[in-house]
């Protein structure tokens, strides 16, 4: 399985959403990282087929997914940011329901409904109404639909979001268990999402392709940037107004500064290994603090 993005753009009257991305992929989990706005939503819809590229095309194993229709949908798994479902229905119920619009037999659906439904971990909720749900729950039930006609290619938009550290780990494991043989494209603006997880990190910035390649490759543009250092307390304002401050631990009379800056911040700061966190920050802490 191979995907191939040629030259994609996407032009929204005067926002240049995506901004000719050339990438091929194969079978592996990637992380789109970005800040909300950088375009990941729009290149997901685009790969999805849900939105028509202004210019560019996208290949599947050489073939242009908006010629090849439905055959190329067939092999397509989605996880929008916020999926439709119905409070009234159960999960299992759901489940037959979103099989039978993919065109699955009722036989086939009930089978592997019953299957997704006990791999996610809801087999014991089967019957519960979806309003009844955690935030967690409805994401994994988000999973097993997605799942349901056995993908090539499974598309997740910004799966974790609002869930707590406990049902973050376990959809992170989820997605793991998942993706033999799959592309599997986790677009998130939540580094340990797929800081784990991911064999590949592109990172995205302004609907441009800015960077890309295994977690431990990428954090290395970092190297450098990143100091811890010792302040007194009453001057730690001081450097979190003036840096890009990553992490902050008050220690009695003293705090502990983790910066990310060009130049050395402070006397006696320690340049440290960067984490992929530190490249987030590098490259995203201004659009994240605009209003």
Known sequence: MELRLDRLTKQYKQKLAVDRID????????????AN?????????????????????????????????????????????????????????FLLYIASLKGMGKEQAAVR????????????QKK????????????????????LNEPEILILDEPTAGLDPKERVRFRNLISSFSKDKIVILSTHIVSDVEYIADEIL???????????????????AKGLVWECKV???DAEHYIKRYNVGNLKNT????????????????GAVE????????????????????
């Open 203 to 221: 990172v995205m910035k302004d609907g441009r392709l800015i960077h890309r390649g295994a977690p431990e490759v990428v954090t290395q543009e």
């Open 232 to 234: 007194d307390s009453k």
């Open 128 to 147: 519960r109404k979806i309003k009844t749900f955690s935030g967690g729950m409805k994401q994994r039930l988000g999973i097993a639909q997605a799942m």
């Open 252 to 267: 009695g009379e003293q705090t502990v500064l983790r910066i990310i800056s060009d130049t050395c911040p402070c006397e």
């Open 37 to 93: 706005g950088a375009g990941k939503t729009t290149l997901m819809r685009m790969i999805c087929d849900i939105q028509e590229p202004t210019s560019g095309e996208i290949l599947c194993n050489g073939q242009n997914i908006r010629e090849m229709g439905e055959e190329y949908r067939d092999r397509l798994g989605y996880l929008p940011q916020n999926f439709g479902y119905y409070p009234e229905f159960t999960a299992y119920k």
């Open 113 to 124: 409904s019953l299957y997704l439904l006990d791999m996610v971990g809801l087999a014991d």
């Open 272 to 291: 440290t290994d960067p984490t992929l966190e530190d490249l987030y920050l590098y490259y995203f802490s201004e659009e994240e603090n605009r209003p």
């Open 23 to 34: 990438l091929e992929l194969k079978c592996g989990v990637y992380g789109l990282l970005g």
